[in-house]
Structure formats: structure tokens, C-alpha cells
């Protein structure tokens, strides 16, 4: 049992995240509760006190990625008294119980729904030295009430909705997620404003179908109408939204994204497939037509838009005749990018079970001949931007090879990887600050831009990297237990009290 001794001292944690902007989102919300709760962030070479896996359930190698990584911890929380280790996301929402059956020295399971409960159900487990599993099966409370520590100075992504109402046969998510709950513009506009007094320049509204967003009250043209509500916001620069589901596309969100200054003309619309048989095993409610109609809208109005997708190769029953399909709707789509997918049976989704599972070597062969289809695209694509002068908000940790080329990095404004050379400017550019660069090269995954920039613009938020300082976002804790003396009442404004 933890003495009052022991409960009063700062213990560190470490929150380690796999899968998607959601669960990064879902990130900062644990580590805010977390600090909100007395713990500190623990410094990288540190063995923390409580390590968070926030899982992901997508992929068919979730599970072995899991219990390995809690494998090669046991002998590290052997060594260090006192050490609890968490797991929470979506692969935690599906195996629950499981999960400490397969390695009983994990002291806390929490689900999608109930991340507010992690703090108790550490402090419960640590002073009952036993494990705590708390699956709940619908959402506790909005996940953005809580507190949240953001990981950027000049980029924060904003949830308006969590959960989905669509039944994908290949996908776990709405099982895991629970269906679509959407919050209030005005609280999605609130935090929106926060940020930005933050000094952060560019939010992203998150959703698992954001142009859904609205079902809950009844308004099918509420998506359109928070992007415009964002291009009020004064300070904000850049808004981005992820992901739209190509069934609820509807042309006043295009609208929207043509007329709003600050709405980045990027979308990431998912195609999943070319082939309309697969899409309809898939249960995607639209067809590669109406799919290639949207993107045709789309650019008529934003010529400059980019975009990007995902796709799926393999999935049952696909024959070589849907793939080849697939490849021409690549080719008309024109796609800056595309994430690509083998397909990965999950148990408990009915694309499991499904007649016409395809070898491994055939799906391989055909995800080989998709990646070079997308990679020989997006680089013509890229190259026709060469001698164009791009605005790029300078980022942390997205050249992974800038200290060697000395470059820096950021994002243009429809989304493309830019590396640049700083020149007379190297020095004062930083993290969060504006430049305009002329690009000079083209790759297929990423822009140079060699020569001196255009310009270079210091930005508040560029201010609070230097200075430290991440936006924090406060929250409700809901009464949870905090770890140490609570903090001093704030001084009253005046003397009457």
C-alpha cells in the first residue's frame, strides 16, 4: 500500500502512441490529465513511473506490436518498485480482460470511453496492488472537456466528433469507437479561439467522417458552416480537416473550402477502392464515378488543390480486373499522395469471414504495382510546382535528414513536405514561424527548395517554441484524485474577499 509519503512525490509517465490523428489527439488528453493530475512528463532517457500505450486495433499486427513492446518492458518494471504500466486505445477497448491474462504485470486497461478514468484507475491499482480493467460500452464524457497537454506550439488538432455510423466490412472502428456523438460548434469554436490565444496558427478538425458532422442535431450542412465559423477566427491561419467520407460530400462544404481564406485547399478523402464490386463488399456507399465526380468539383473550384487518399489493395474477392481498375482511378484522380493498405483480416468484422481471402504473394505483387502507379503520379505532380514559391509553416521533426542536409522543414499550404535552406536567415527561423520558398526540386514525397527564401515571417507562435511553452487546452477532471498537495488558491482581484 502507497504511503502519503510516497503519494506526495512527482511521479513521471510516458505516453507511447500507435495509429491514427485521433489517437494522437487522444495522447495529449492522457498526458493533460496526467499533469493535471501531479504527474511529470518524464525526460527520454528516464525509466518513467507509469508508461500509457494508447493502442490501435486497425491493423493486423496491432496485437504482436502490443505484448512484444510489453514484453521488453516486464524486466524493466522488475527493476524499478513502484512502476505501472497502462493500456488504453482501441486494442484495449477489444480485448479488455485479455490483455492481462496475456501479461499480468499490466496494472490498468481503460477503453475509448473512458480516458477521463485513467488517473483513478492508477491510483486504485497502486493502492490495491492489483490490476484494474474499466471498459465502458458508450462515452463517459466528451473527450475534449478534458485537459489536454498539446504536443505543438503551432498545430492543434480539434476533435468535432468521435465515433462513426457507417458499417465498413473491413473495418473495427465503429465497434470500438461507439457511433458518431457530435460536440457544439460553439464549444468546437471556443477551443478553436483558445488555441489560437495560444499562438497556434493552424488546427485540424478531426472526425472519423468529419462531413457528417451536424447528424446528431439534425443538420446536414453543419460541416460547411464550421469552416466558414473558422475563417472568422482572427489569427487563425490555416484550418485542414480529416477525414470526409465521400457519401456525405456534399458541394457546400466545397464551397466552403474555395471561399474561406484560411481553409488549406488539401483534402484527404478516402477511395478505399476503384473497383465498384469491391466497394460494394466494402460497403462504401458510393461508386468510383461519384467518387472521380467530387474530386472534378473540387478542383474546378481550387485548381491548386491537392489531394490525397487511401487505399486498400487486396481485400476479398478483389480480382485482377478490380485492381486494374483501382490503377485507372489513380491515374484520373491524380493524387498528390496515397496512403496504401494491404488488407489486414480483423476478427469481429465481416470481411473476415468473407469467401475469396487472397493469397499473400498475390496481394503483395499487386500493393508493389499500386505504390508505383501513386509514386510516379505524385512525383509529375511535384515537379510541375518547380520555380513556384510556396508559403511553409515551418515544423519540428519532419525532415528526418535535416541536421545532415542542413534543411529545415515544414508543410506548404496544401499539405506537401517542403525542405528548405534557411540562407541569411539561418538562425532566426523557427519552429511555427512563416517562409515563402521557391522550389527548386521535386521528389515524390517531398518538395526542395534550395535557394534563398522569399521571406521569412516571425510568428507568435514561433514565439512559444522558443520560449517552451505548448498550448495547453484546460479541462474538467471530473473530480479524479490528484497526486501530492492541492495547488494554492489563486490571489483574489481585489480586497473585499
Known amino acids: 500500500m502507497t504511503t502519503a509519503a510516497e503519494s506526495s512525490l512527482s511521479r513521471t509517465y510516458q505516453v507511447r502512441t500507435y495509429g491514427c490523428q485521433m489517437n494522437v489527439h487522444d495522447s495529449e488528453r492522457i498526458s493533460g490529465l496526467l499533469e493535471q493530475a501531479g504527474y511529470v512528463r518524464a525526460a527520454t532517457s528516464d525509466d518513467p513511473d507509469v508508461v500509457v500505450f494508447n493502442t490501435c486495433a486497425v491493423r493486423e499486427n496491432a496485437d504482436n506490436r502490443l505484448y512484444g513492446n510489453l514484453g521488453h ?23 479488455r ?15 475509448t470511453h473512458n480516458i477521463g478514468s485513467l488517473p483513478a484507475l492508477l491510483e486504485r491499482a497502486r493502492h490495491n496492488a492489483a490490476a484494474e480493467v474499466e471498459i465502458l460500452e458508450s462515452l463517459e464524457v466528451f473527450p475534449s472537456t478534458l485537459p489536454t497537454r498539446r504536443e505543438s506550439t503551432y498545430a492543434g488538432w480539434v476533435s468535432i466528433s468521435v465515433g462513426c455510423n457507417n458499417t465498413c466490412t473491413f473495418c473495427i472502428v465503429p465497434s ?22 495560444e499562438g497556434v496558427l493552424e488546427v485540424t478538425l478531426l472526425g472519423q467522417n468529419v462531413n457528417s458532422y451536424g447528424v446528431e442535431f439534425g443538420d446536414r450542412l453543419a460541416f460547411g458552416k464550421l469552416l466558414r ?13 480529416t477525414s470526409p467520407h465521400p457519401r456525405d460530400f456534399t458541394e457546400d462544404v466545397i464551397a466552403a473550402m474555395a471561399e474561406t481564406p484560411n481553409v488549406c485547399h488539401s483534402l484527404h478523402m478516402p477511395l478505399q ?57 489513380v491515374r484520373e484522380a491524380r493524387f498528390s499522395s496515397a496512403f496504401t493498405f494491404q488488407y489486414s483480416k480483423r476478427p469481429g468484422t465481416p470481411a473476415a469471414t468473407m469467401d475469396g481471402q487472397l493469397p499473400k504473394q498475390v496481394v503483395q505483387e ?20 518547380v520555380g513556384e514559391t510556396v508559403e511553409v509553416l515551418v515544423a519540428l521533426g519532419e525532415g528526418r535528414k535535416d541536421q545532415r542536409t542542413g534543411r529545415m522543414s515544414g508543410r506548404a499550404r496544401d499539405g506537401r513536405l517542403v525542405h528548405f535552406d534557411a540562407g541569411s536567415y539561418d538562425g532566426e527561423v ?58 494554492a488558491a489563486p490571489a483574489s482581484a481585489c480586497g473585499c474577499d
Not at 229 to 241: N, S
Not at 288 to 299: Q, W
Not at 464 to 480: D, F, H, K, N, Q
Open 273 to 329: 477502392s476503384g473497383s465498384d464490386d469491391v466497394l460494394r463488399a466494402m460497403r462504401r456507399s458510393y461508386r468510383a464515378d461519384r467518387y472521380l465526380g467530387i474530386i472534378e468539383k473540387v478542383r474546378a473550384a481550387m485548381p491548386d488543390a491537392a489531394i490525397t487518399t487511401d487505399i486498400i489493395v487486396g481485400f476479398p474477392g478483389e480480382t485482377e480486373a478490380d485492381f486494374v481498375r483501382t490503377l485507372d482511378v
Open 97 to 111: 480482460g485479455e490483455i492481462v491474462r496475456k501479461a499480468p504485470w499490466v496494472d490498468v486497461v481503460f477503453g
Open 176 to 197: 470500438l469507437r461507439g457511433t458518431e456523438k457530435d460536440r457544439r460548434p460553439g464549444d468546437i469554436l471556443a477551443e478553436v479561439r483558445a488555441l489560437v490565444a
Open 366 to 385: 499487386r500493393y508493389e504495382r499500386l505504390i508505383a502507379t501513386v509514386e510516379e503520379i505524385s512525383w509529375a505532380e511535384n515537379k510541375k510546382l
Open 430 to 487: 523557427r519552429p511555427g514561424d512563416i517562409v515563402h520558398a521557391t522550389v527548386t526540386y521535386a521528389a515524390p514525397h517531398h518538395l526542395n527548395a534550395d535557394d534563398e527564401p522569399v521571406s521569412h515571417r516571425r510568428t507568435r507562435a514561433g514565439d512559444a517554441y522558443e520560449a517552451g511553452v505548448a498550448p495547453r487546452t484546460p479541462g474538467v477532471l471530473l473530480g479524479l484524485p490528484t497526486l501530492g498537495a492541492p495547488p
Open 229 to 241: 465559423a473558422c475563417g472568422d477566427v482572427e489569427g487563425l491561419e490555416r484550418v485542414r480537416f
Open 73 to 95: 518492458l516486464r524486466p524493466v518494471k522488475d527493476k524499478h518498485p513502484g512502476m505501472q504500466i497502462a493500456v488504453g486505445g482501441c486494442l484495449a477497448q477489444k480485448d
